[in-house]
């Protein structure tokens, strides 16, 4: 079974320093992934999401992921943390081609320090 | 509309009530999905429907838990006998391509469900 794993519940960065998200997946096939965030009574909102094309996926809001198949990870970084980063976010993982439910990690919590 | 959208978006039940939660997908978004999302928890798989057909509801904890979408567009999740282990956040998600694809699942903004 599809497995997701986020290291950290709650991550705090100053403004302007990288963040750095962590997520491992497990699966016996390569899967699709993707991030989502979520703001306070807001619903998911995609951030990227990498289908096997390219390893290193850029999303909005200048994030972006480096899927790494030997370390079966998928971190989510950014060079420079701004104030509206702040919010909860979420690794999830669909099975490959064929499956359509997503797995989702516990999510990691993202606060801002000005 | 634009989005995904969910209502109510709060709803408080004594226990044992029933209670009806209603989704509106994109229009024209084949797929439609529901999860729920306990309290610190990400969200969990419910149910998968393609149009009008429920494809795969072996998310749902128990029989209490039936989803429907007759028309292949609006959905609506009844839960009967409402416990306090149901109090959660209902996501509903739709996305455009049938399932098994890398299409992207908009979600909505969730109902917050409250069993006292």
């Known amino acids: 079974a599809q497995s997701v794993t986020q290291l950290g519940s709650h991550v705090s960065v100053s403004e302007g320093a990288l963040v750095l998200l962590r997520c491992n997946y497990s699966?016996?096939?390569?899967?699709?992934l993707f991030w989502y965030v979520q703001y306070p009574n807001q619903g998911l909102q995609l951030l990227l999401k990498?289908?096997?094309?390219?390893?290193l996926v850029k999303g909005i809001n200048g994030f972006e992921a480096e899927f790494k198949k030997s370390e079966t990870s998928f971190h989510l970084t950014k060079p420079s943390a701004h104030m509206s980063d702040a919010a909860e976010y979420f690794c999830a993982a669909r099975s490959g081609a064929g499956s359509y439910q997503l797995t989702f990690g516990k999510g990691t919590k993202l606060s801002v320090i000005p | 509309g634009a989005g995904v959208s969910q209502s109510p978006r709060y709803k408080v039940a004594k226990r044992g009530q029933d209670v009806a939660l209603r989704c509106d997908p994109i229009?024209?978004?084949?797929?439609l999905f529901w999860y729920q999302q306990a309290l610190g928890q990400g969200p969990e798989f419910l149910t998968y429907?393609?149009?009008?057909?429920?494809?795969?509801k072996s998310g749902l904890p128990s029989d209490r838990f039936f989803a429907e979408r007759p028309e292949g567009s609006v959905s609506t999740l009844k839960i009967q006998r409402t416990q306090q282990e149901d109090s959660a956040v209902y996501l509903c998600?739709?996305?455009?391509?049938?399932?098994?694809?890398?299409?992207?699942?908009?979600f909505g903004p969730g109902t917050r469900l409250t069993v006292l």
């Open positions: 699966s016996s096939v390569p899967p699709y």
């Open positions: 998600a739709s996305s455009f391509l049938a399932g098994g694809t890398t299409d992207t699942q908009y």
């Open positions: 229009s024209g978004h084949v797929s």
């Open positions: 990498y289908t096997s094309a390219a390893t």
């Open positions: 429907f393609q149009n009008e057909a429920q494809l795969d």
